[in-house]
């Protein structure tokens, strides 16, 4: 019944938010200036954002959590984009976590927390 979600976050600037997730490997789909709405993708993953320039980064609370083949890959090739590793935004590398799920973090410009990883086989 279910085929995918699609989180959808705030954004302060569109082409700041698409300068950010292109450095990803996210390519815009469909932008919608009149209606403040953009979506971005990459793979099977889809982001929406919907214009809120008063939105205030430190204050954000939004987040998703994407289940993926391998979190170290994928840190890794994050790792190779220097991205900064304090403030907003900002990238956290792969590591176990005690719940079982090895993880990364991303922190957009805006606040929104996105999180990757995959299970440890030890909790398989």
């Not at 984009?81 to 956290?92: N, T, W, Y």
């Not at 927390?113 to 995959?118: A, E, K, Q, S």
Request: with cysteine; glycine share 6%; aromatic share 16%.
């Amino acid at each position: 019944m279910f085929q995918s979600a699609c989180p959808i976050f705030p954004s302060s600037d569109f082409e700041r938010t698409k300068s950010f997730y292109f450095k990803l490997g996210f390519e815009a789909q469909c932008e919608y200036p009149e209606q403040g709405y953009l979506i971005l993708y990459q793979d099977k993953i889809e982001l929406h954002f919907f214009r809120f320039p008063e939105h205030i980064a430190e204050a954000s609370v939004h987040g998703v959590f994407f289940r993926i083949e391998n979190a170290n890959v994928l840190s890794k090739e994050y790792e190779a984009l220097a991205l900064p590793q304090e403030g907003i935004p900002r990238f956290i590398k792969a590591e176990d976590k005690e719940w079982g799920v090895c993880e990364l973090n991303i922190i957009d410009p805006d606040g929104n927390l996105l999180r990757f990883g995959h299970i440890l086989e030890t909790y398989n």
